[in-house]
Nanobody
Framework: QVQLVESGGGLVQAGGSLRLSCAVS????????MAWYRQTPGNERELVAR???????IYADSVKGRFTISRDSAKNTVYLQMNSVNSEDTAVYYC???????????WGQGTQVTVSS
């Protein structure tokens, strides 16, 4: 069974850094697109950053210059480096992957990131 396995969430102080990881488990196929979304209670899930097999990453305006998305295609893993975090970054972060073969979309289980002031 193909699934996304997330790690790296937790509690971080405002101004600090955190790195999230998401690995594709159960497939040797490389995802065409991998991304991070986040969601807070009562709000819709929003895109934080996305990186495709080709092209440059894209970022939400709220995280530009602070967050960096990267992927290791050999490991089928995507990372989100979060720097200079603030209270508005507190959310559940979800990993997303799209496989062109079969047009398969996958979501991770979510990992909580809490920024303390």
């Amino acid at each position: 069974q193909v699934q996304l396995v997330e790690s790296g969430g937790g509690l971080v102080q405002a101004g600090g850094s955190l790195r999230l990881s998401c690995a594709v488990s159960g497939s040797v196929l490389s995802a065409y697109s991998m991304a991070w979304y986040r969601q807070t209670p009562g709000n819709e899930r929003e895109l934080v950053a996305r990186v495709n097999s080709i092209g440059s990453p894209i970022y939400a305006d709220s995280v530009k210059g602070r967050f960096t998305i990267s992927r290791d295609s050999a490991k089928n893993t995507v990372y989100l480096q979060m720097n200079s975090v603030n209270s508005e970054d507190t959310a559940v972060y979800y990993c997303y992957a799209y496989f062109a073969t079969g047009s398969v979309e996958l979501w991770g289980q979510g990992t909580q990131v809490t920024v303390s002031s």
